[in-house]
């Protein structure tokens, strides 16, 4: 049986280095019904980096997701996203700082009434003085990011999980934001089209340098992720050469009984030492 | 069947209707913070107006000459069938009119806005819609509310004239009573109290189905079981709520107006 969680150390100043860190997790605490989901967790997401947040069902990855989000409050602490403190922020206020975040629900949370179309142009157009001619361009490139241009009629309810998950991620970059957020963006679909989302979440990293936060339960996909980048003029991602792993900005983060147990790159989690996390590795 | 503490539902309670007035207060308040989603006005009016068009001429057809049905054979007894055109004009004016169409408009439209915000709570629509930067208030509440409350309005007024042409029908054809005259007493008995108190009904009732039928379904949880016991709230509250109001409105407005 693993030992009880420890918590890793955790060098999180008061003034967050705002330049370098475009999300700030300060001692956050949250619960649901008296239960503890986050207790006093801390970490950083450094601009351009992507982090996988990994940790068994339950153990708040989406919560952090919604968090940063200013979607939910935390009980305590402070969360910064873009220099801006969310736990400090009315609603209102969050709206104009949202614009600067996409997110990919876990079920891809379409507007169901909606088409394809007016669902990936659905902030263009809410962002207001666009016609819809002028948001057609725009979004023949998300879709085309994303390679389901031929959908643009169809409503969700006609696509594949896997289409619905695609068209959710040309939804959250059509603006080219600062930050992605990917709520287990692979759960439930197949091998193969797990490896086009992912393929898609590397190229969004490599081309575009966005800062995300990646919840998954599939540690594959991650390390996929940490061992490959995006070649451009193959358009295609392609494992990294012998001795180059660690070049891309991917780092881990694991969660155990509202801790975070680890926070590093590829090559720290290959060699921790904690039962734990080898257990969950293996 | 889960029992709750009284300090529990006591504390529920308060919690429940602090955020329904809070919904219903940022509705209003919407009106005067950009944007304002006027596309999304006129879409509601339509589906909400326009969509509930036929149950009310039916209603208000049925319910003004069941009235002169009813009323005519009492009137008969002391040889007053002459008055069944007043009777119905007041009737269907001051009461019938407002409060059958807010109670058809509840059943009809309330429980569509619950399911359809439920569902899309509960399928995180909602938070993906805050999640890209846009007020569900603002796009999904406010719109409800201004439009509900415009149409129910008109909706009344044709139900109110709608309820005196079946009175008509009825007194002329069943009771043999002269068309021009109940036309004539129907129209003359009506004060400017009758018709104001007619028309400012509509306008609570509006209000009171589109926040009712938007909280429950922006409060909804628990997946489709969560979503059909939302809607089945919002149909009851609404309802027992106008009800309440109407009487409150009634009595108010008689008080004021210092008539009987």
Redesign the interface.
């Known amino acids: 049986m693993a030992a009880p969680p420890t918590a890793i150390e955790q060098h999180v100043s008061s003034e967050p280095d705002v330049a370098a860190n475009v999300v700030v997790f300060e001692n956050v605490s949250i619960a649901f019904e008296d239960k503890p989901v986050l207790d006093g967790i801390s970490f950083r997401l450094a601009k351009g980096e992507t982090k996988a947040v990994f940790g068994v069902a339950g153990s708040g990855k989406s919560t952090i997701l ?1 968090l940063a ?1 200013g ?1 939910l409050k935390p009980d305590d602490g402070h969360i910064y996203v873009l220099g801006d403190d969310v736990t400090q922020m009315r ?2 206020e969050l ?2 700082l ?2 600067k ?1 996409g ?1 990919v ?3 891809s ?4 009434s909606l088409t394809v179309r007016e669902n990936v142009a ?2 263009l157009l ?3 003085n666009v016609s819809e001619e002028e948001v057609e361009k725009p979004v023949r490139e998300a879709l085309s990011f994303v390679e389901l241009e031929d959908t643009v009629d169809k409503f969700p309810s006609e696509l594949s999980g896997g289409m619905r998950r695609r068209v959710a991620i040309a ?1 959250a970059i059509i603006t080219h934001p600062e930050i992605l957020l990917y709520d287990s963006p692979t759960g439930g679909l197949d091998p193969v089209t797990s490896t086009t989302i992912i393929q898609l979440i590397v190229k969004q990293r490599d081309v575009y340098k966005t800062s995300s936060l990646l919840v998954t339960h599939r540690l594959q996909d991650a390390f996929i992720m940490a061992t490959h980048y995006f070649d451009r003029k193959a358009n295609e991602m392609r494992p990294l050469p012998p001795g180059a792993r660690g070049e891309v900005p991917m780092a881990f983060l694991i969660l155990r009984d509202g801790k975070v147990i680890f926070d590093g790159d590829v090559h720290e989690l290959a060699q921790s030492k904690d039962e734990y996390i080898r257990e969950y590795i293996s | 069947m889960e029992l709750i503490s009284p300090t529990e539902f006591a504390k529920e309670t308060v919690q429940s209707i602090q955020d329904y007035s809070l919904l219903a207060g940022r509705s209003v308040a919407n009106l005067f913070r950009p ?1 304002h989603y006027l596309a999304d006005m006129i879409q509601q009016a339509d589906l909400i107006g326009f969509g509930s068009l036929p149950i009310i001429v039916l209603t208000g057809l049925s319910i003004g000459a069941e009235l002169a049905l009813n009323s005519a054979n009492t009137l008969q007894r002391f040889g007053s069938l002459s008055l069944i055109g007043q009777l119905v004009s007041v009737g269907m004016v001051r009461e019938l009119g407002p409060i059958i169409t807010g109670l058809m408009v509840a059943g009809r439209n309330a429980s569509g806005m619950a399911s359809e915000l439920g569902s ?1 709570v509960v ?3 909602i ?9 569900p208030m603002k ?1 999904l509440v406010t719109p409800r509310v201004v439009s509900t409350t415009f149409m129910l309005f008109f909706l009344t007024i044709i139900s109110d004239l709608l309820g005196l042409f079946g009175g008509s029908v009825v007194s002329t054809l069943l009771f043999g009573m002269d068309w021009r005259q109940y036309w004539n007493t129907a129209y003359q008995i009506l004060v400017f109290q009758d018709v104001f108190m007619g028309l400012l009904k509509p306008l609570f009732f509006g209000f009171i189905i589109a926040t009712v039928g938007c909280y429950y379904g922006m409060t909804a949880r628990g997946g489709t079981q969560g979503v059909g016991r939302a809607t089945t709230q919002a149909v009851v509250a609404s309802s027992v709520l106008i009800l309440v109001v109407d009487l409150f409105t009634t009595k108010l407005l008689m008080a004021v107006f210092a008539y009987q």
């Open positions: 919604k989000l979607l609603e209102e709206f104009s949202r614009q975040i997110m629900f876990q079920e949370a379409l507007f169901d659905f902030r809410e962002e207001g939804r | 944007p899309m399928t995180e629509q938070d993906a819609m805050r999640a890209l930067g846009t007020d796009k």
